[in-house]
């Protein structure tokens, strides 16, 4: 997870990284029933104190800090870097609120559509292509996040809204002249002055502070800063690697671990358009998993990520 050049980082290795921040990403509910007592915007705001001190530890082992002094001097890199802190900030406090406001279906249909978002995005603003083979797969993945759409018009927007803000974050990070753990750095630096305020703000209150309700509060509130630094520094590690497109697909995993959990450990009832999701994007992943391996790979990321780091 270190500040490397997409160059320096395998395929194998880019797949890895991809794969392990989904699979955290998709275990998030379950970390969420810790902190459900939790205000959304206390619990993003501490997720923010958390994670900037962690970064800091990574980029002293590492002795980044000539890099971060050079981010922090470059005009250019640290306006991309605040708009990228604030579409992450919003999407996190989307999230969690859609989570504890019981629009879990809301926030699982968002990321359903960030695939298809994040593709659009490496079709049009990175010049990336696909085989026939891939637009099919597209194809298939798109009608069946269409049925699970048309179940939930009411509350569209906010899947909509989560959708875009990280595929716009994620296209940032991938062109952005800031490694993975700067980059997150300079986010989290960003935003801290903000979150520390709102952390006192809710200590004001009667209720008081979220980290003062329990043991168990506490420690999940501390771990917040691990559980959000590292899938994001994997997942910005395999952006800056791997082809936008690619990296789009590999957004199904997971809205499709929760999906799983729902069913498996929740109890949820599987419904008719929820299936219809679930088998159209599974037949699409392995045809587009076939397209892959069949060579027809969209433009190399590395080409891209040179021409958006010439600063």
């Known amino acids: 997870m270190g500040d490397t050049q997409s160059t320096q980082t395998t395929p194998g290795r880019a797949l890895a990284f991809a794969l392990g921040a989904h699979a955290i990403w998709g275990s998030m509910p379950l970390y969420l029933m810790l902190v459900q007592t939790v205000p959304a915007m206390e619990f993003v705001s501490w997720r923010l104190v958390f994670t900037l001190p962690l970064c800091l ?171 959000t630094a590292i899938p994001l520094l994997m997942f910005a590690t395999a952006a800056r690697a791997m082809p936008y497109t690619v990296i789009g697909f590999l957004q199904f995993i997971s809205p499709t671990i929760v999906f799983l959990m729902g069913l498996f450990i929740f109890g949820e009832e599987l419904k008719p358009a929820q299936l219809a999701c679930f088998v159209a994007i599974w037949i699409a992943a392995v045809l587009f998993t076939i397209g892959l391996f069949r060579g027809g790979k969209p433009a190399p990321a590395d080409e891209v990520s040179s021409r958006g780091a010439g600063d």
Do not use: D, H
């Open 57 to 227: 530890l990574i980029l002293a082992i590492r002795s980044g800090f000539a890099e971060l002094k050079a981010v922090l001097t470059n005009v250019r890199t640290m306006l991309t870097l605040l708009a990228s802190s604030l579409f992450i900030g919003i999407n996190w406090f989307l999230y969690v609120f859609a989570i504890q406001s019981g629009n879990v279906y809301a926030a699982s249909l968002g990321y359903y559509i960030l695939p298809l978002v994040m593709m659009l995005f490496g079709l049009v603003f990175l010049g990336e292509k696909l085989t026939r083979l891939q637009w099919a797969a597209v194809a298939i993945a798109a009608g069946g996040v269409s049925a699970l759409a048309a179940g939930a018009l009411t509350t569209l927007w906010l899947s909509l809204t989560m959708a875009t803000t990280f595929g716009s974050y994620g296209l940032i990070r991938k062109t952005v002249a800031a490694g993975p753990v700067v980059g997150l750095t300079v986010e989290a630096m960003i935003l801290v002055p903000v979150a520390i305020a709102v952390c006192f703000w809710y200590a004001a209150q009667p209720a008081g502070s979220a980290i003062t309700q329990g043991t168990v509060t506490a420690l999940a509130i501390a771990g917040s800063g691990a559980m």
